[in-house]
């Protein structure tokens, strides 16, 4: 549906009735099929029409939304419930490519996939995700994951780990470990652990235990979060930050053991949250800077390294903008309009841009934050911001959870048609 910043920023762009581009229709690469890029090639087809020639590549041929695979984990959803094809995109004239993108070029201005194939482009939108930094713990690997599942990308790893959990005995202990921040979706680790103690719960596993090693200080909404542990599983969770841990040394996955400063934690469970950072193959392209993410406009989201790249979602440096489903959803409507505009000849309007978090702590209690962003000094800044409170009513917390169910569905609708 078309609001009212976008009927003002596709009339700038000249792009309703009356307006029009070169005879030839540029060529937009979309680069990444989650909550980014889908949604950006959705909205470039939907405005731009045949003006535009649109490719989606995206190396498989379902996309597995890690938004809400706590569900699953906990045992709420199926993977069913979180798995989506492409063929609405490809129904309404966007080329899907399904094929791992091997590397850019970013001089011949196109993307080399895996069999040595190139899509050119004019444009390129890169929503590629994260990568991991498996190196950051010793003893941790690749290979390390089997043992020590992070799951946060969801796929085989979201199934292995709701297996694991439902297969454990009364009074074992989970392990799971967070990274400092930026990662994607800060308060995730923390409904992971609220659904599987949920979970445990619905079993009569009273005596189970989470020990959460976290790698800071104080995490998103965590009077909430600590507020329904007690009140849903007292006993059961246990915070640990830096401070009191001593920070982590390492792990033996054999062991299945993490080791800190402080102590060794066993877990008949264990799930490592490995440090993040861009998409690899933004890194590849020399997109990223030292911090392993991507600086952008914050009006545009060009890559503040090649202008005819625009990066949106979980691999962009956004400022205080958190990377989440919503805030990459967001950001590829705002970068979809000013490169319809740029692509006409004009200049691209400031953005306002939108984030919302929910989370559950129990299956009927639902608690969300949020903001509203927009440039400040070079970088996305909060104008507005909001948060559930503390104490808040059975029934307003039911109704938190059934607004979460219900972005799900407004979400996936926006990213696939």
């Known amino acids: 549906m078309l609001d009212r910043r976008g009927f003002l920023a596709l009339s700038a762009a000249g792009l309703l009735p009356g307006g029009a581009f070169a005879q030839t229709p540029p060529k937009v690469v979309v680069l ?16 731009g029409g045949p003006r535009i020639d649109i490719t989606l590549i995206e190396e498989n041929r379902d996309y ?3 938004f809400f695979s706590n569900w699953v984990i906990g045992g709420l959803r199926e993977m069913a419930d979180i798995t989506h094809g492409y063929d609405r995109l490809a129904a309404a004239g966007i080329r899907v490519v399904n094929a791992r993108a091997a590397s850019i070029d970013r001089d011949g201005k196109a993307v080399v996939l895996a069999d040595g194939s190139r899509v050119s482009y004019d444009r390129l939108v890169l929503a590629p995700g994260i990568a991991f930094r498996y190196d950051t713990l010793p003893g941790y690997s690749e290979a390390a994951v ?28 989970i392990v799971m470990t967070v990274p400092a921040m930026p990662y994607r979706c800060p308060p995730g680790p923390y409904e992971r652990v609220s659904l599987m103690a949920a979970s445990l719960k619905a079993r009569g596993h009273a005596r189970s235990k989470i020990v959460i090693l976290d790698g800071k200080e104080k995490f998103s909404k965590q009077a909430l979060f600590q507020e329904g542990w007690e009140a849903h599983y007292p006993g059961m969770v246990e915070w640990l930050p830096p401070s009191v841990h001593g920070g982590l040394k390492g792990c033996d996955p054999d062991r299945m053991v ?24 933004a890194i590849a ?4 800077g030292e911090d392993g993410w991507c600086a952008v406009d914050p009006v545009t989201f060009a890559s503040a390294v090649d202008p005819a790249i625009t990066v949106v979602g979980d691999s962009s440096k956004a400022g205080e903008m958190p990377k989440s489903a919503f805030s990459a959803n967001s950001q590829a409507k705002a970068a979809a309009f000013h490169l319809l505009a740029d692509l006409a000849g004009r200049a691209p309007s400031d953005p306002l841009l939108f984030n919302t978090c929910w989370s559950l702590i129990a299956p009927d209690d639902g608690v969300k934050v949020g ?3 927009e440039p400040k000094d070079g970088a996305l800044a909060a104008k507005v911001s909001f948060v559930s409170k503390s104490g808040e009513s059975a029934e307003d917390r039911r109704k938190g959870a059934e607004e979460a169910a219900a972005w799900y569905a407004a979400i996936v609708a926006d990213m696939f048609g």
């Open 146 to 173: 089997e043992k020590m599942p992070h799951a946060w990308k969801a796929g085989p790893q979201t199934l292995a780990l709701r297996e694991r959990l439902d297969a454990l005995d009364d009074g074992a202990t």
């Open 285 to 288: 392209a020399g997109l990223a």
């Open 258 to 281: 993490i080791e800190t400063q402080l102590d060794s934690f066993h877990g008949d469970l264990v799930s490592v949250i490995p440090p993040q950072t861009a998409g690899a193959i």
């Open 32 to 47: 990444g099929g989650g909550a980014g890029g889908a949604t950006a090639a959705r909205v470039l087809r939907s405005y």
């Open 371 to 373: 903001g509203v962003y």
């Open 64 to 66: 597995v939304t890690c």
